[in-house]
């Protein structure tokens, strides 16, 4: 083993007269899950322990810093660096020994500003399997082994994330756990799992009925439903669930919207594979519903109750035509509006689209949609797919709602005879009625639901039996607007609109 040489020596003792005492040192060792290598933890920890010791007289050990199956590349995840990192800025350690410099980073870039860093702040950075000199050879063979390893990873993580795209491209895991909801089966492919499945399909169907983040959260909390790791569901695991597109049957692999080195994003596409598991939980159609309600709470952070709220389009500029209102006077209702926001004084007025009323243009997609439907009630074209899936998927919601009220029915019961029981404190006794009060309101906010779901039921089931009629009504197709809005994209293409007129075209059978 080499000892210190005589330019460390000269540092070394600089640093000594500045804190007149032994220097304080710390070991790193790290090992990633990619290296080959042989040299493990406690082998780098024993090999800079020696190198101390024989250097008694300069170095005092004072912390190990070690991390395990994680890169070098970058900083990033790299905890115990950055612990490192900031007993330097605290003047903790004066002094940071490695077995070699791959060990204390493999990007180039980062290890010589990291040494130039540590420079500046009065510690150095010794690699035992060094020269320790510091003249120009030196620095030249520095920044060739420097560029050296990082072209090694560089190397490992191109060849690595090739045959990764190349698995994800037919549809097999490119490794980590699956989503909740799917397992993976013997070919490592997506596959549903049951208990997880009858979950995700309960929290899209609850949110396309309007149901908020909070009431989805309390209701799985109060039923035990937790996510796979026994935690409950959060506002982010639901919105992950909500807009993950694996769960109509994509599978999607190297998401580029996604943090992730630049030698990824640079050289590999992101995997979109269409119907890439068999089997999915959702349709799409429900999917992009679901993408439509979350946009319009984004933006209006509260429920939209414009019909054709992301169908509209103005003619002129081909910009999404928008909900709003207004009112006609002193002491007057608001009206309804659909306006096109280039129009507007903030956004510039560089369109002169002066928008519709709300009832004119919805009352007229309806009618389009009405008398198509009818059309294709008596030519045999109705595409009723989309309905079968989604009448089963409102019997499974009101399923999940009755479940729902039965534990609120038990958890309502015990609290009764806790309040009927002679020997419950007097103290108790407000707050349990306040309880029962409560569980009273949620059942009948849970009873309510039930009751649009049960006339969802209704009406697909009426459009399902069209072989059974002749025609529909209005009053028949439209009494519910979660189903009135499905009808509306399943037969119009486009609706365009201009101070002349509106325009609708229908969707091609």
């Known amino acids: 083993m080499r000892k210190l040489s005589n330019d460390e020596i000269k540092v070394i003792n600089s640093i000594q007269a500045s804190i007149g005492e032994k220097i304080p040192t710390a070991i790193y060792a790290r090992k990633s899950k990619e290296d080959k290598s042989q040299e493990a933890l406690d082998t780098q920890i024993n090999h800079c322990q020696e190198f101390i010791n024989q250097s008694a007289q300069h170095l ?14 970058t900083i990033d995840g790299r905890k115990e660096f950055k612990k490192l990192i900031d007993a330097i800025d605290e003047g903790f350690i004066k002094a940071v020994l490695v077995s070699k410099w791959d060990r204390f980073s493999r990007n180039s870039t980062d290890l010589k500003n990291l040494r130039e860093s540590f420079s500046k702040k009065g510690a150095i950075v010794i690699a035992i399997e060094d020269t320790g000199e510091m003249n120009a050879v030196a620095n030249l063979q520095f920044e060739i082994m420097a560029a050296i390893n990082q072209y090694y990873v560089h190397k490992i993580s191109e060849d690595t994330k090739s045959v990764l795209i190349n698995l994800t491209s037919k549809g097999h895991s490119g490794g980590g756990v699956a989503n909740y909801g799917y397992e993976y089966d013997e070919n490592n492919r997506l596959v549903i799992r049951p208990d997880e499945a009858a979950i ?46 694996k769960y109509y049957g994509v599978y999607r692999y190297n998401r580029q919207d996604r943090q992730q080195s630049q030698l990824t994003k640079k050289h590999f596409d992101e995997v979109w594979l269409e119907e890439g598991i068999e089997t999915p939980i959702i349709t799409k159609e429900q999917f992009d519903e679901v993408q439509r309600i979350l946009e319009g709470r984004k933006k209006t952070k509260k429920k939209s109750d414009y019909l054709l709220t992301g169908i509209l389009e103005c003619e002129y ?22 306006i096109c926001s280039n129009h507007l004084a903030r956004y510039g007025k560089t369109c002169k689209n002066m928008g519709i009323e709300a009832d004119l243009i919805e009352n007229q997609a309806k009618q389009v949609v009405l008398d198509t439907v009818n059309i294709y009630i008596k030519q045999g074209k109705l595409d009723e797919s989309s309905f079968t899936s989604a009448l089963k998927s409102k019997q499974r919601l009101k399923s999940s709602f009755n479940k729902s009220i039965d534990n609120l029915e038990q958890s309502k019961n015990q609290l009764i005879d806790r309040l009927v029981d002679p020997n419950t404190r007097e103290s108790l006794r407000v707050d349990l009625e306040q309880r029962i009060e409560k569980r009273n ?31 529909m009504s209005a009053q028949t197709l439209f009494r519910n607007e979660t189903i009135t809005k499905q009808l509306i994209k399943n037969v119009i293409n486009s609706i365009s609109v201009s101070n002349d007129g509106i325009e609708i075209t229908i969707l091609e059978k």
Do not use: P, W
């Not at 949620?442 to 069209?466: C, F, P, T």
């Open 60 to 73: 005092k050990l004072k912390k190990v810093y070690q991390e395990d199956n994680v890169s070098g590349m």
């Open 200 to 245: 995700v399909a309960e929290i899209y169907d609850k949110f396309e009925l309007n149901a908020t983040y909070e009431e989805i959260i309390e209701d799985f909390k109060m039923r035990n439903i937790t996510t796979r790791k026994g935690n409950n569901f959060t506002r982010s695991t639901l919105h992950s669930i909500l807009t993950n597109v």
């Open 317 to 338: 500029c081909g910009n999404k035509m928008t909900g709003s209102s207004q009112f006609n006077g002193k002491n007057k209702s608001r009206k309804k509006y659909y």
């Open 441 to 471: 309101e949620e059942i009948n906010e849970l009873s309510k639901r039930v009751e649009i779901v049960d006339e969802m039921i209704a009406q697909y089931s009426i459009i399902l039996k069209r072989q059974t009629i002749t025609s």
